[in-house]
């Protein structure tokens, strides 16, 4: 494993299983990821800023080298201020990619020190997204199996299903 140091930045509103396993492969490949969980004034979360971070911490307690800290403004000030050399984003589709694509090359016009690397979701993740789980938890549907069972209770609980 290398010392380099990864940010893998996003809402994690919640963190879904998709998330944790490009995480735990990241967290394979270097030295320290940090988990960047952003404050997200621009949109209206299910959980607070505070869950988040802690949902996150619990759900990767088993990888050591994964840090999840929160951030505010721009992600490449973030990663360059955490010593990261690393940008981790998740692909799921052609249409992530055109987004990713965009912000990546913006990112380095930002931070030409920070590189993107591009991970995707093992076939059974790609079609989790954190909006789509919040939704069919809130419309009462099966969400098991989208989040680890340290984020179920929590979500069920957050959505009045417990």
Do not use: C
Not at 28 to 56: N, P, W, Y
Not at 98 to 103: G, I, K, S, V
Request: charged share 20%.
């Amino acid at each position: 494993m290398s010392a380099t140091i990864a940010v893998f930045p996003g809402t994690f509103d919640p963190i879904t299983l998709g998330h944790e396993d490009m995480l735990r492969r990241a967290a394979a490949l270097f030295g320290t990821v940090i988990v960047a969980v952003a404050m997200a004034h621009h949109k209206k979360t299910l959980f607070t800023l505070d869950e988040r971070l802690q949902l996150a911490r619990d759900a990767l307690a088993d990888r050591p080298n994964v840090q999840v800290l929160a951030f505010d403004g721009l992600v490449t000030e973030f990663a360059v201020a955490h010593g990261a050399q690393v940008m981790v984003r998740g692909l799921r589709s052609g249409t992530d990619f055109d987004y990713e694509l965009q912000l990546a090359g913006m990112n380095r016009h930002l931070r030409p020190e920070v590189d993107t690397v591009f991970l995707t979701p093992d076939a059974r993740w790609q079609s989790i997204s954190s909006t789509l789980v919040r939704e069919i938890a809130q419309l009462g549907g099966k969400v098991d199996g989208l989040v680890s069972s340290t984020v179920l209770p929590h979500l069920l609980a957050k959505v009045g299903r417990a």
